[in-house]
């Protein structure tokens, strides 16, 4: 049966995946009764969290039956979730790619200059500058509020690195957990890469991570060298479902 959640720590046995990191992350950082945040749960197999229009799903063993019925009476449009779990949903899938994973296991100089939590104006103008035809930055005004409002709850931080007094590099942590946290961007100015400054801002941001654990999305066909590179592997998959 899955039962609306009413006090954090209901969602505490939720946090051996990327997912559960993001669900808990979500639920310290606004609680459990705002409208545009909310949280369930199926016993002890499955937990879900709807953050606006976006559904965040931690599935193993669950009842899908169930799942997919409620899924569809949440009014979201997006699901995330373990590529394994997508296929049990059988919903269309608009994106997958490859969950990466970080062992955090040894202290990590930081670079000798970096800025920590930079304008969040900057650093949106910073990642507008790097749109693709893979990467669409967020809107300007949901990624302003909900990343001041976790930067002040300690469960997202930044990081950046300037050339004079221009900002050329930054990276994201997004959600964080006692063990765990999740990367959600790293980005560097068109003008200044292939010259180490991906390397040295993601460098900084892990420097600043005491969790052992430190997730990425990696979108197919983007930046595994890089990745592989630094230390990250291969953890599992990710799909983003439509609803």
């Given at each position: 049966m899955i039962k609306k959640t009413e006090y954090t720590d209901v969602l505490a046995p939720f946090c051996k995946t990327v997912f559960g990191c993001r669900i808990q992350s979500a639920a310290a950082a606004y609680g459990v009764n705002e409208p545009f945040a909310q949280f369930w749960t199926q016993e002890d197999k499955a937990a879900l969290c709807k953050l606006d229009d976006v559904l965040i799903l931690d599935a193993d063993g669950a009842?899908?039956?169930?799942?997919?019925?409620?899924?569809?009476?949440?009014?979201?449009?997006?699901?995330?979730?373990?590529?394994?779990?997508?296929?049990?949903?059988?919903?269309?899938?608009?994106?997958?790619?490859?969950?990466?994973?970080?062992?955090?296991?040894?202290?990590?100089?930081?670079?000798?200059?970096?800025?920590?939590?930079?304008?969040?104006?900057?650093?949106?103008?910073?990642?507008?500058?790097?749109?693709?035809?893979?990467?669409?930055?967020?809107?300007?005004?949901?990624?302003?509020?909900?990343?001041?409002?976790?930067?002040?709850?300690?469960?997202?931080?930044?990081?950046?690195?300037?050339?004079?007094?221009?900002?050329v590099s930054c990276a994201i942590c997004s959600a964080q957990t006692a063990d765990s946290a999740v990367l959600s961007s790293v980005a560097v100015s068109p003008d200044y890469r292939r010259k180490g400054f991906g390397y040295a801002v993601l460098k900084a941001l892990i420097s600043e991570l005491p969790q052992k654990n430190i997730y990425i999305f990696r979108a197919q066909n983007e930046n595994e060298e890089f990745y592989r590179g630094f230390g990250f592997s291969t953890s599992s998959g990710f799909a983003e479902l439509t609803i």
């Open positions: 009842d899908f039956d169930e799942l997919k019925d409620f899924i569809a009476m949440t009014g979201a449009s997006r699901l995330l979730c373990d590529l394994s779990v997508a296929q049990n949903l059988g919903l269309p899938v608009a994106a997958k790619g490859e969950v990466m994973l970080y062992r955090n296991d040894q202290p990590m100089k930081p670079p000798a200059i970096f800025e920590k939590n930079p304008s969040l104006r900057e650093v949106h103008a910073l990642l507008a500058a790097c749109a693709s035809n893979t990467f669409v930055p967020p809107e300007f005004e949901p990624f302003y509020m909900d990343m001041s409002h976790r930067i002040r709850h300690n469960t997202a931080e930044a990081v950046g690195v300037r050339q004079g007094e221009t900002l």
